[in-house]
């Protein structure tokens, strides 16, 4: 029995009729030079209308996406007379954000004696680190080694990245790895220990780790599941975003305004530092892409950290992940891991022609996808009108053996098995979907910023990227630098004297406004996409 | 806009709204006009924060799902379960020894199980609960690991439970046991630690970052790709 329309089952006909023949069929890697030309053509970062340049702060002319810049540029909750007089809580270090960067940080921050709060603004571990699927990268095996990371990362990265945070990147993944491992993650392993790791787009080596399909999601445990063994010095609050950063008459980061969800309790939380850690943004849909990410990623650290002062970077490119479900409607963005093309499935058009290398970078897979359906009309149209290509994951059976998919990746065949698609004998129909954040808060290799004792981590995060992140270093990265910034802001608040706390920075910022007569309608961070029907 | 007519009737938390029949529950309840907070996370089936509970007019079965995952059908009651209390035990993970010993003691409520199979059933992962809290009574902490792998926490085993146990507590706990104490290390990944610690990759990674980006362009285009 499947899942797929009559219509689209003709297609699938094709998609058999070719699969022994393109076991061996492969299509060269486009070289550099075709790289950037099918980019400008076809990946969404090159449509200049979409774009808009900052017109406030300290980052003033930067592009970004037009949803991005309204919510940059809105308006405080809070105003600066807001009473800070009686905190309702008062710790060393203040952590913002309860995703994998988060938590590493506060794991960190405690060890190093630090007395730690952590808020988030859904439960955590609600965060895109949960669904991360594919894996995590690190250098470890005898092949490879930090500099062929490094060059990897840096060629998909477009050659901006900071080469600092870059070094920092590869030379600790190892150590994140390890790290995970004490902790009790359930690494994909052989008999003998030795860690199973695979390609991913963009890499030269094998280098990618993974527990199943459920990568980032036993992470994210893992990390919670520590958090509350520390509950004596680690205290997490839930339903808390925070909604206005605290700087005291010093400039320095000293907590952050929190809001209690379901009460609406705007509260100050008091602290010797703070670790920004709230993510990335794809729930603001830049034009009009459907994501993978969870539910809170409204890019509400970016927004908190530039109206503090915090200079933005990389934020004119977004991630769109090359394979995003484009069948059934229900699951339509979803993610379906680049883990399922690293064990050799490959993108397949209507009529069952291979058409792309299947791991090229992110951002060449999924403007070839773009192209395929735009362009060359060799993309299928479902009954709701979302065009697509397959993703022929019945080829992995053919190369690893019966059985390979259900053990590798259990999550994509319940995924699709919910609604009656068998991914072990039928291809994927997929899409780009919009993915990750690139840019964010500019950053030092220590996490701080150009706000001391602000500290950042994880997604909300721009430079170690470049314009490109690849596969498998977005959790290294929240692990890698969640660490970071937990230790270096745990160090800072043994040395800081804080000054009193104040929210004379809104008083500037609501006078740029006004001077620049600036005003989106918007009140931001959003916290929260609205998604209710409006009649 | 859908027509009224092809709209079909579901009763959240017993007030009825007319929803199109091919959303997910969690998109027909915005459809009927939920800001959600509770009861929503990831939205694609990983972070267990929209457990629901359902019957369909007419049946009298009771089910579970979850509410980003399961389309709605005509006539479902809705109940969301976005919290429930349940034991948790607090450890340190590197004093603990793999054992049933460990298991019991923190979580003694393991051999009251009953085997009924209620948690089984309330899975939306379809993970055999009941199948690895056996393996747990036996004290064979890799079955209960493995098992229980896809958990993604949710809580309605829990919210089953005749005996009271939180499964998915217990189940993590093996899950890092497991992990830490009963797979073999990664020797390849001591060694390059090891390299790390020595120094090894220090003056090579000095020379990369100090590299012009002709240079770098260089030398990503020389790279040799390990084959699949």
Redesign the interface.
Known sequence: MSGYPPEMQDSIRKVEATRARRIKETVTAMS?EEREAILEGFHPDYKDETFHAIRVGASKGQRMPIELAKIVEGHPHIGPDFDLSAPIAETDVLIIGGGGAGASAALLAQEQGAKVTLVTK??F????T??AQGGIQ??????D????H???V??GGH?TNV??LV?ALV?DA??A??WL???????D?E?????VEA?GGGT???RMHSA?D?S??EIM??LR??V??R?ESITVIE?APAIELVLDDKGQAVGAVVMN??TNAQQYIKAKTVVMATGGSGRLHYQGFPT?N??GATADGIVLAYRAGAPLGYLESMQYHPTGAAFP???VG??VTEKVRGL?AKPVNKHGELFVYPLEPRDVEAAALIRECQERNNGLVTPTGQPGVWLDSPMIEMIHGPGAIQKAL??MV??FG?FEIDITQEPMLVYPTLHYQNGGVQLKADCSTEIPGLFIAGEVSGGVHGHNRLMGNSLLEITVFGRRAGRSAAVYAQGVKPGKPTLAHLDIWNQELKETEVDTGVTSPIL?P????RE | MEEQNDLIPVYIMGKQYMVPP???IM?AM?????????G????????G?CGTAYRILGDPKLYFGLAC???VQPGMYLAQIPFFPAP?A?????KLEPTATTLFSLYPEVLRCLGCGACTKACP??IDVRNYMAAGMRGDIAAL?DIS??C??CGLCAVRCPAEEAQYNIA?LA???????L???????????GE?EEGK?DA??AE??KLS?ED??A???A????P?
């Open positions: 550099l859904l439960r571990g609600d965060a895109n949960m669904m690190a250098a470890d095996r005898p092949e080694s930090p500099a062929i490094y060059l990897d840096i060629g050659f080469p600092e070094e030379m190892p150590f790895i390890k491992e004490d902790l009790g993650m359930m690494f392993k008999s003998d220990g030795t860690m390609h030269s080596r094998k199943r459920y980032g999601a445990r893992t599941d520590e509350r063994n509950e339903f969800l379901e993978t969870h539910y409607e229900q699951i979803l993610l050799g259990p999550a319940r995924q919910r929260l609205d998604y209710t029907r | 091919t959303l997910t998109k915005e459809y009927a006009g939920y800001q959600l907070i509770r929503v996370g990831c939205r694609g089936g990983f972070c924060a995952q399961t389309v948790r607090t450890y340190d993970i590197t992962q379809d690991a792998f896809d993604i926490m993590i899950r890092r046991l497991y992990g830490r104490y797979t073999p290390r990664s020797q390849h990944l001591q060694a390059r630690l790390l990759f090579e990674m990369l970052k980006k770098l362009v030398q990503y285009k790279r040799d790709i390990e699949k």
